[in-house]
Every structure is written in C-alpha cells, then in structure tokens.
C-alpha cells in the first residue's frame, strides 16, 4: 500500500507571494492533519481535516488555511507569505477520527526568502 | 497549557550499549501517547500506547506508559548505528492532534 505523498517536495517563495501544498493520504484513510516543523519550535499542529471538515485548529494564524476533498486528499495553504513560515510542513493521515496512528508524508520543504 | 518534555535533549553512546529516553506530559483530553523517529525525512511511527504498565516491544526496542505519572520511556537495547536519530514523543489529544517534545537527539558511535 502506498503512502502518505506530498507535493511539492520543496519550494521556494518570496515575501508576500502564497503557496499551496498538496497531500494524498494513504488509501482508505480519511483523517488528514497537517503540522508544521521548525528547528525553533520543533512539529506543531496546524489543522485536521476529515469527511471534507476541519475538526481541530492548532495556534496558528489565519493566513493558514486548509481543505479537504471528498477523495480525502488535502491541501493546506498559507498566503502573504513570511520569513518564518520557511519550514517543513508534514501532512499526516490516519483511518478515521479517533484513536488511530498516524502516518507522516515526506513533507514539503518551504523556504521563504 | 499542553507540555511535553523529553530527556535527555541529546545522548552519545556506544555501539551495543542500551539507552532509555524518557518523556514526561500535561495534556489535556489525553487519548494515548505516540512515539516515532525522525532520521532526514518524515517522523516514522514506532509505537502507539494507550493504556498504563503494558510494554510494547518491537525487535530490541520497547516502550511503557505510566498514565498515574504522566510520564513513557522509550528502551533501546543492543543499539546499532542505524538508531541514530531523534526520537519523538507525542500525546494524541482529543480527535488526531498530536502534541509532539522537543525530541531527544541519539547518537550511535561505533
């Protein structure tokens, strides 16, 4: 079974511009989160996502922004981009809502110059 | 607020030798307690825990959950060079929010 795919790998932005990264959940998982991974602050969580719904938000600003389709994958988007947003966002998936391992993507390396 | 505190932050030892990380929690809504490792890529997931004194075991590492404490250990015997990485603790609160430690850096010298 495949796993956890996230596009781009890497990108670079400049100030100001917005990016959308992309993640496809293993097949059969519905539950999608997204976090972010500095040397700072180390792996925080940006948002959940299941049957198309953001159930959990972490602390983040509102240029954070995500959405999930009905085939489960998920986008996350930040726009006006920042210094420090250059960082490794991580998607996740697991099969439902509840109590199930997750299972982290390669990431997308973001970088903000 | 949520706190997770893994110690030590980072450890050097020895081809061979065992090592236990520990991490320590206050979270809120707790559900069950993830541990994962991250080389240069992704966390991979090791062991998920949810209820207190049963060790999980898989090949030379095992792990244990103390619910009463607050706190889970992370055991590496007979460690290899291969284990070098971080180690990442992780209490699941309500719905899949993880809310990860610091991580505590090993190093594996041969």
């Known amino acids: 079974k495949a796993g956890v795919t996230q596009t781009p790998r890497y990108l670079i932005k400049t100030r100001g511009q917005q990016v959308t990264l992309s993640c496809s959940p293993i097949s059969g998982h519905r539950s999608v989160s997204w976090y972010q991974q500095t040397p700072g602050q180390g792996l925080q969580f940006l948002f959940e996502y299941f049957s198309e719904t953001q159930r959990n938000k972490g602390n983040f600003p509102g240029r954070f922004s995500g959405r999930q389709f009905s085939n489960s994958r998920s986008e996350m988007n930040v726009s006006t981009l920042e210094l420090g947003d250059s960082a490794l966002y991580l998607c996740a998936s697991s099969l439902s809502l509840w109590g199930d391992t997750q299972y982290f993507g390669p990431g997308t390396r973001l970088t903000v110059l | 607020e949520d706190k997770v505190v893994q110690s030590p932050l980072s450890l050097v030892v020895h081809e061979g030798d065992t090592v236990t990380l520990n991490c320590s929690y206050e979270v809120t809504n707790f559900r069950s307690l993830l541990w994962y490792k991250q080389e240069k890529k992704a966390p991979t997931f090791l062991f998920m825990l949810?209820?207190?004194?049963i060790e999980k075991k898989s090949g030379r590492l095992s792990s244990i959950l103390d619910k009463k404490e607050l706190f889970s250990i992370l055991n590496i015997t007979a460690t290899q060079t291969g284990d070098s990485a971080i180690y990442l603790c992780?209490?699941?609160?309500?719905?899949?929010?993880?809310?990860f430690g610091q991580g505590t850096r090993l190093t594996i010298n041969p």
């Open positions: 992780a209490p699941a609160k309500e719905a899949q929010k993880l809310v």
């Open positions: 949810t209820s207190s004194g």
